[in-house]
């Protein structure tokens, strides 16, 4: 799986949309950008996922540039239950081994009042 | 849909015993599932990969005779580690994939603290 770098952390006002940046400059043609995100001592929530199109669901939008070595994920009301370990990652989504995940760092949101 | 429970959310063994931990997917039939430990302030890292039917695949660096996984039907994994000792502490969490669709999804994690 393509590696992916991502910032330690960011802030973001509550009620601001808050923008997620991830770099996956490796990215094969057949790998999606995976975002999950991790509230304290529970396990990941899986938010959005996308191949080369930008998504939106009622969670957040995924943009993803055209030559696919980056995306942005976007919170576009951010709330004070946000605040969680984002989790970006480039995966195949087909195959024997989709669904294997491997997780990095991932960024650390805070929301704030 | 696509829910991943696990059980037991935490619990607490004495060293050198066993625990076993459930994966059930409850809406969806799940011919994978997917093992992870999370030690504090790290991230989640990938133990195994169970198949419905046939024996699991480890990680390396994983020891196939101290997390021993079966998964016996297409909605329930379990993962037992043996022998418990202080170091095996952690966040076990389990998902699931859906052979429709692309995302996995996972069980909200179990608790092991062995004393």
């Known amino acids: 799986d393509a590696k992916t770098t991502q910032p330690p952390s960011m802030d973001c006002a509550e009620g601001r949309a808050a923008n997620l940046p991830c770099n996956h400059s490796t990215i094969s043609g057949n790998e999606y950008v995976y975002w999950y995100r991790q509230i304290h001592s529970q396990g990941p929530q899986y938010i959005i996922h996308g191949l080369k199109n930008n998504e939106t669901n009622e969670m957040a939008s995924l943009i993803i540039t055209e030559d696919r070595k980056s995306s942005t994920l976007i919170l576009p009301h951010a709330t004070l239950r946000d605040t969680a370990v984002y989790y970006c990652?480039?995966?195949?989504?087909?195959?024997?081994?989709?669904?294997?995940?491997?997780f990095g760092q991932g960024t650390i949101l805070t929301v704030h009042p | 849909g696509a829910v991943v429970s696990q059980h037991p959310s935490r619990v607490i063994c004495k060293s050198g015993t066993s625990v076993k931990i459930e994966c059930r997917s409850l809406?969806?039939?799940?011919?994978?599932m997917f093992w992870y430990r999370q030690f504090p302030k790290q991230s989640l890292m990938l133990m195994a990969t169970s198949n419905e039917g046939s024996k699991a695949t480890y990680e390396q660096g994983v020891e196939k005779d101290k997390f021993l996984i079966n998964h016996a039907s297409l909605t329930l994994s379990t993962l037992t580690v043996t022998s418990a000792h202080p170091e095996d502490s952690s966040f076990y969490i389990c998902s699931a994939r859906l052979e429709a669709r692309t995302e996995a999804f996972f069980g909200q994690g179990t608790r092991l603290t062995v004393v």
């Open positions: 990652i480039v995966s195949l989504g087909g195959g024997t081994s989709y669904g294997k995940l491997t």
């Open positions: 809406d969806f039939q799940a011919t994978t």
